[in-house]
């Protein structure tokens, strides 16, 4: 059983619910449950054969409730859907799910597997009692998973428990096209942690100089308004596109003459990974954590440091005035197809998921 809080798009919904279709395909019966409902759509396909499970309160949608009442509730559902399942495993993604799923499966006798999806220690918006009870609960799962060394690092240091490290797996794409357009393409959702802003300021240092190139940000997030008003503020109206969520993102990576990602903090960025899949030359911020795992700087893509404009913009018009090197670096990148070949990442996935149980023994 796989449990996430919704599919509604972005990184970790795109690996559960690839990882479900993979374990589908090999005749696995999977079951997917979201803490969503039915208002929440699902933005990722899933193979016919995953059972689709929602746990959402739909007897109390819309009304107000405490949220230490709500959150109970929902460990509630999810225990006694474990119950009447007994899967062989459990597999959680993303903090607040993780800790009722341990919650819901204690005392239970089910196997535990959690997964951090961004660098913890800088989850900023994460409540601080969720903080707390991540340090109180994580040693009862059976395996806490990380994507990188460095989210590892500090999950053992400050959860006091042992951690895996499993990146994210690539998924299937096409061969790398070898047209590639005047663009400058972005992914991901519109939010101050992605950094967009960052690169709407860089590009527009360097506009003038390179009249026929476009940017093209792909996604949607709580900061497409403050992000409008700044293409404005900086006169690139005619020169920023807002694309929107798309299930087509692969078109968009395919064609870009550069990929950026100017996140402030990552988990383990898809976006990145999938561009050099595709052979584009990619610039990322050298931000924690996940790009450097990718990325050797000057050798498969360009790391540039985190929040520095004006290094982001110098970078970014190198490339553009060397089509020959922007070739290279997308050349060399299309080493991550072997590296993380998701039949090799979901062999270290299956590893994690299967062994002794100590959920059952910590309650």
Not at 111 to 128: F, G, K, N
Not at 212 to 222: F, I, M, Q, T, Y
Not at 250 to 262: E, F, K, Y
Request: aromatic share 6%.
């Amino acid at each position: 059983m796989l449990v996430i809080g919704s599919l509604q798009g972005g990184g970790a919904e795109r690996q559960m619910s690839d990882m479900a279709n993979y374990w589908a395909a090999k005749k696995w019966h999977v079951v997917l449950a979201t803490w969503s409902g039915t208002e929440v759509l699902d933005f990722f396909p899933l193979d016919a054969r995953v059972v689709r499970i929602s746990i959402a309160d739909r007897a109390h949608a819309g009304i107000g409730r405490s949220r230490i009442r709500a959150n109970l509730g929902r460990v509630v559902r999810l225990r006694t859907l474990l119950s009447s399942a007994r899967p062989e495993v459990v597999l959680s993604f993303v903090t607040e799910s993780n800790l009722l799923t341990i919650l819901a499966a204690l005392g239970l006798k089910l196997r535990v597997v959690v997964s951090e999806r961004v660098q913890p220690a800088l989850h900023s918006a994460l409540p601080q009692s969720w903080r707390i009870l991540r340090r109180l609960l994580y040693k009862w799962a059976d395996r806490v998973v990380a994507q990188t060394e460095e989210a590892a690092q500090w999950l053992e240091k400050n959860c006091r428990t042992p951690v895996t490290i499993v990146p994210n797996a690539l998924r299937g794409l096409p061969e790398p096209s070898a047209g590639r357009r005047a663009l400058i393409v972005a992914v991901g959702r519109l939010t101050h942690q992605k950094g967009f802003d960052l690169l709407l300021r860089a590009f527009a240092r360097i506009a003038p100089q390179f009249a026929d190139w476009r940017v093209a940000l792909v996604g949607e997030g709580e900061e497409r308004q403050a992000l409008t008003r700044l293409r404005g503020e900086l006169f690139l109206d005619d020169r920023v596109e807002f694309v929107g969520q798309t299930a087509d993102v692969v078109t968009w990576m395919a064609q870009a003459g550069l990929v950026v990602q100017p996140s402030r903090f990552e988990g383990f960025p898809n976006v990145v990974l999938e561009s050099m899949a595709l052979g584009a030359a990619v610039i990322s911020a050298d931000c924690p954590s996940g790009p450097a795992d990718l990325i050797e700087d000057r050798v498969n893509g360009r790391l540039v440091p985190v929040e520095d404009v004006k290094t982001l913009a110098d970078v970014m018009a190198e490339l553009i005035s060397r089509p020959e090197e922007r070739a290279r670096l997308g050349h060399a990148a299309l080493g991550v197809r072997e590296r993380y070949r998701q039949d090799v990442i979901m062999d270290r996935w299956e590893a994690c998921l299967f062994g002794s149980s100590n959920v059952g023994k910590a309650s």
